[in-house]
Every structure is written in structure tokens, then in C-alpha cells.
């Protein structure tokens, strides 16, 4: 089981930047995936999260309308579209697979975690 995270980078504010996590398939087409962010000295912090089907997502209020998550089955990926970068979005990207066809925003809902990518907005 394992899951890649990669698309990181620094990027100026108002940028945009689209991360990837690919996973092994058994964990994949079935597990509801979310995306997580642990700024420097912070809690980790749920930012989106969609189910297995692809059919429902949810977002942290702080990126709603300026993030999309989605999902490709023929490729086992998950993305994160970021828009409209701002500084406070400059973080570590988790991609995480729920335990369950639907994700949610607790971290101890998901069983399996990505090795993070860093995400550094410039002012």
C-alpha cells in the first residue's frame, strides 16, 4: 500500500499549482481519498476530501471555491487543483486513503498516508 505525493513547489501568490497522489489500486477504487496540510509550528488541517465514487466532495472553508480535488481511476491518481495561491496556503501536502468509501475531515478516518509535499507561496 503506499501513496506518492508529488506537484510541490514555489509558486508567487495568485499562482497555481496541481498536486498528484498516485496509489496502489487495492486502495484506490474504493476508499473515499483527502488531502491534508501541516503548516510550520501547526496542527495538520484537513483541506478536501472525495468519496469513492468520485460522485461527492467536501472542503475546508478556508479553500472553498479556490481548490478542486479529483479523481482519475484509469491512472489510481488523486488531485489537487490550488488556484489563487496565498501565502498562508504554503504548507505540506498529505494525500491520505480513508478507511471507508467516504472520507471526511478527521485525520484518524484515514488509514494510509502519503510522505507529504511541500507547497511554498511566495508574497
Known amino acids: 500500500v503506499q501513496l506518492q505525493a508529488s506537484g510541490g513547489g514555489v509558486v508567487q501568490a495568485g499562482g497555481s499549482l496541481r498536486l498528484s497522489c498516485a496509489a496502489s489500486g487495492r486502495i484506490f477504487s474504493n476508499n473515499g481519498m483527502g488531502w491534508f496540510r501541516q503548516a510550520p509550528g501547526k496542527e495538520r488541517e484537513f483541506v478536501a476530501t472525495i468519496s469513492w465514487s468520485g460522485g461527492s466532495t467536501v472542503y475546508a472553508g478556508s479553500v472553498k471555491g479556490q481548490f478542486t480535488i479529483s479523481r482519475d481511476y484509469a491512472k489510481n491518481t488523486v488531485y489537487l487543483q490550488m488556484n489563487s495561491l496565498k501565502p498562508e496556503d504554503t504548507a505540506v501536502y498529505f494525500c491520505?486513503?480513508?478507511?471507508?468509501?467516504?472520507?471526511?475531515?478527521?485525520?484518524?478516518?484515514?488509514?494510509?498516508w502519503g510522505q507529504g509535499t511541500q507547497v511554498t507561496v511566495s508574497s
Open positions: 491520505a486513503a480513508a478507511r471507508r468509501a467516504y472520507g471526511s475531515s478527521t485525520l484518524s478516518d484515514y488509514a494510509y
